[in-house]
């Protein structure tokens, strides 16, 4: 399975080059083997997909990478691993056609009106989930946050230099390594705590185990899903005692369902912060400038010149030799 | 195999004593299956090791938790996982040696000279791996700076607030997440770009392979590695254009003497860092407050009333109840 809107993606490219030669070597027939998600006409993959005979699903023209979840990019992989995609595409929907009847209480509604009020002192958001099986929605939202909203230019041209930093975190080991900086460090962060109601069975401590030592007896009859709520409580109390504005969302169940309704409300969340800050969500011209002294290093032809340009001028601006680590260090 | 200086973190607790019941019910003797590694006198740990007879090692009491990972704490997990430790400690004891006749080009200098010159309008320190065995020292680099450095009082006891924020990206994943915001977002970080020579066998494309369509024949006789590179030394050059501070380590090699070098040297530069923000890179006061609610909560005594105070005090400044999210969202 090979994912890629365009096909020009270097990485995803030599990948797919590199497995391919792998599969002829045991006689296994790539042509066969292999299905495309890409752009429905344009690009080098499509071209390849069409001459070789391969499989395809489409990306929607209209629909950038980082907003594709739940197309095909995402929902093969998805049902693939086991996933209710049907669930998954049903829950979005029904968080999409229930926002025409939104109140001020709508979870969108209160998460994007708090970070508005406090964006401008708050650069930072923290994605800070407290349930395992919601701490790589993190990942998914770091990249959706910061390439939407981080931009040089507004929708009038003007230079400014916009953004917000996302930070992922996962409770409670982040409590052991980051909440010190989040609660006395300085106050440039706003806090999204995700939570769920505990829909698995949850692991109990005995009276007699807890009598292990009088410090410990306290435990007796406890469950660790009491003490991580507890832990979660704690956290938020000392970061609201210190003055950091904290929003918190709590999934009523953690299934296909709510995960489609909570992406869906946090693509539009994203698009709303756009609007905010007046950048354009969809583009990202600022990664043109690495791929294209990239393309020049690896060759690619039409580049050079480019790439080259890119580089020389970084170099003479701020040249930063690599610092060595060698075993005699000095 | 169970590790905490003091024995009282809940988490730490709750699993052990959740483990104890496990061996019991299986039949394994617990006290002769665990090893506590704690601090060698105090502490509600090594009263039940001592009590129950259960093989020790020491948490050196001058060192704490973030500052650990060279004693027994990080040393006998390594060990376990077949990590040569007498080369991770002997690198890090020549890097400590070294530093005696460190010059200006000693790599802790650079860095710690390149993170003061920027770090006031730099709030954020970017630790950029680009091999994925150097990625998860992030996580590590992410506590010892935040923790160490995020402080509401200075040394003379004066309200500070100060910080710096670490950030773990991945090369070259994040360049599809994050790198559009580090270019073009506020000029709000410093970034740390983690490297190593090649040591190990690289994954070629073939010159054949590579014309399966002319937009992917430059890629023909490359290497995985070395557009690994080539992405590396774009987004580097990428940064630098647009003006923002990048330093990059490149180890010798990925080894445990080169590993336990750059360990030593990040823990001088956090110390050393916390003396150019004048704070105390020892301890941790701000866990205090969401500890002690988290314990009222889980009914530990002597802890209800502290706890209660803190999370009412929150309440009252900041009242934030969970935002639902259910299938029907509003």
Chains 1, 2 share one sequence.
């Not at 052991?176 to 698995?200: I, M, R, T, Y």
Request: glycine share 8%; aromatic share 6%; proline share 5%.
């Amino acid at each position: 399975m090979v994912i890629s809107k365009s096909g020009g993606t270097a990485e995803t490219s030599s990948q797919l080059l590199w497995i391919i030669e792998k599969l002829r070597q045991r006689g296994i027939d790539p042509d066969a083997s292999i299905v495309a998600i890409t752009d429905p006409e344009n690009g080098t993959l499509r071209s390849i997909a069409q001459q070789r005979g391969w499989r395809t699903l489409p990306v929607p023209p209209e629909v950038g990478g980082r907003f594709s979840v739940l197309t095909a990019v995402g929902l093969l992989p998805a049902a693939l691993t086991g996933i209710d995609i049907h669930a998954l595409v049903a829950g979005a929907r029904s968080a999409l056609s229930d926002l025409s009847s939104a109140t001020a209480d709508h979870a969108l509604v209160r998460w994007i009106s708090s970070w508005e009020e406090h964006h401008e002192l708050r650069t930072m958001v923290v994605h800070f989930a407290y349930r395992d099986r919601l701490v790589t929605l993190g990942d998914w939202f770091a990249q959706l946050w910061a390439e939407s909203l981080g931009k040089k230019h507004d929708l009038s041209g003007q230079e400014v230099y916009r953004g917000s930093t996302p930070l992922v975190a996962r409770g409670v080991t982040d409590q052991h390594s980051l909440v010190q900086l989040f609660v006395e460090g300085p106050d440039d962060k706003q806090f999204l705590f995700l939570d769920a109601h505990l829909n698995e069975s949850d692991l109990e401590i005995s009276k007699e185990t807890a009598q292990l030592h009088p410090d410990l007896e306290y435990l007796g009859n406890k469950s660790l899903g009491e003490l991580r709520r507890a832990e979660l409580e704690g956290t938020i109390a000392a970061l609201q005692s210190a003055g950091r504005p904290v929003s918190r969302v709590l999934l009523d169940t953690i299934d296909e369902s709510h995960i489609g309704a909570w992406m869906m409300l946090m693509e539009i969340a994203t698009v709303l912060a756009a609007e905010i800050l007046n950048v354009d969500p969809f583009d990202q011209p600022g990664v043109e400038g690495g791929k294209a002294v990239a393309f020049a290093r690896m060759g690619k032809p039409g580049w050079s010149e480019k790439g080259r340009r890119i580089e020389a001028g970084a170099q003479e601006l701020k040249p930063s030799p690599p610092i060595p680590v060698s075993k005699n260090n000095d």
